[in-house]
């Protein structure tokens, strides 16, 4: 982080397949060791799932997922006067999407079936339909923003 100024976001291309910048940041965050080409055809396959079980467009289902796994409260910590507090803080939307994504591929990985194409296919089905790990975590979020609303007033 600079000390003076702000850093300019880098603005991610779209994939070849759907033309789409969300569904390429989700390829990327998806992505280790560099393999790309292998986290393409993970995510792919993994929407074709989801086109089978769902009956519908799987890139529709894939931004519904993202969407209700985006927190709109968060809780940040703040130091006044020796004691610690949380406060709870509106979300910026970049960090929003960066946020359900980082939650969708985490839960998606930590899932008991058997390759990641079921893992994730499974995990966007259930957060398209408002439940699953993800959906828990955004809500879990929410109750403590929620719980320790008295403490709002320390926002900077």
Same mark, same amino acid.
């Given at each position: 982080?600079?000390?003076?100024?702000t850093?300019?976001?880098r603005?991610? *291309?779209?994939?070849?397949?759907f033309?789409?910048?969300l569904?390429?940041?989700?390829i990327n965050?998806m /992505?280790?060791d560099g393999k790309?080409?292998t986290?393409e055809?993970?995510f !792919?396959?993994?929407?074709?799932?989801?086109?089978? #079980?769902?009956?519908d467009?799987?890139?529709?289902?894939f931004?519904?997922?993202?969407e209700n796994?985006k927190? /709109?409260?968060e809780?940040?910590? #703040?130091?006044v *006067? *020796?004691?610690? !507090?949380?406060?709870p803080?509106e979300?910026n939307?970049?960090?929003?999407?960066s946020l359900?994504i980082?939650w969708?591929?985490?839960?998606a990985?930590?899932? *008991?079936e058997?390759g /990641?194409?079921d893992?994730?296919s499974a995990?966007?089905?259930d957060?398209?339909n408002? #439940?699953?790990?993800?959906?828990?975590?955004?809500?879990?979020?929410?109750?403590m923003a929620?719980a320790n609303k008295?403490?709002a007033?320390?926002?900077?």
């Open positions: 982080m600079p000390r003076k100024g850093v300019e976001r603005e991610t *291309g779209a994939d070849p397949r033309s789409s910048p569904v390429a940041k989700f965050c /992505m280790w790309k080409s986290a055809h993970i !792919y396959r993994a929407l074709e799932k989801v086109r089978e #079980r769902a009956n467009d799987p890139l529709k289902v931004k519904k997922a993202i796994c927190p /709109m409260l809780v940040k910590t #703040r130091r *006067g *020796g004691a610690n !507090y949380q406060v803080v979300v939307a970049n960090r929003r999407t359900s980082r969708l591929i985490g839960y990985r930590a899932r *008991g058997k /990641m194409m893992k994730l995990e966007i089905m957060a398209a408002n #439940r699953g790990a993800a959906i828990k975590k955004k809500e879990d979020t929410h109750r929620e008295a403490f007033h320390y926002r900077w």
